[in-house]
């Protein structure tokens, strides 16, 4: 896959680097203040399914560019292993980022608006708990996944 010439590979890691990291900041922000939830809510679950869809984009496209370019290397190897990883931990992120979604309380601080209590109780101090330590494996599975590229394509 390409753009104008460019394979769409490097391009996609931009958005994951994006996507990811703020991602993961909104939802420890959103587990762990609760004054800040109303306001952290919706962003953090748009941005963990927009993690989900970048990083699935850049795995799709890494490996046409592997493929395409008849890439081979060690470093190579130890790139998309860690982008499995990343990838599989993402997905479990997101859903766990949908699930406090929907579980954990707000209290809603616009004019007009009422307090959102929780639809499941004794799901919200998992939620409250999984959230950040999700948020803290992708960040450092973007970090490793990134760097891993970053040594396959410039220490060759």
């Known amino acids: 896959m390409e ?13 994951v680097v ?4 703020l991602g993961a900041l909104s939802a420890i922000l959103f587990a762990v203040m ?9 962003p953090t679950v748009l941005l963990a399914l927009g993690a989900v869809l970048v990083v699935r984009i850049a795995v799709i496209s890494g490996n046409d560019l592997r493929h395409d370019r008849e ?3 060690p470093a190579i190897d130890r790139h998309m292993n ?6 599989y931990s993402v997905w479990v992120f997101a859903v766990i980022a949908v699930v406090a ?15 959102r209590p929780s639809p499941m ?3 919200t101090m998992v939620a ?29």
């Open 128 to 156: 409250t708990v999984l959230l950040p330590i999700a948020g803290v494996v992708v960040l450092v599975f973007a970090i490793i996944t990134g760097d891993a590229g970053a040594r396959a394509v410039w220490k060759n």
């Open 3 to 15: 753009i104008t010439g460019v394979p769409l590979h490097p391009l996609i890691v931009h958005a």
């Open 101 to 115: 979604w929907w579980v954990l309380p707000y209290a809603a601080r616009l004019a007009g608006s009422a307090d």
């Open 82 to 87: 860690w982008a499995t990883r990343l990838e």
């Open 121 to 123: 109780a004794s799901l």
């Open 34 to 42: 609760p004054r800040w939830r109303w306001l952290l809510r919706w």
């Open 18 to 21: 994006i996507f990811v990291p």
């Open 71 to 73: 890439l081979s290397s």
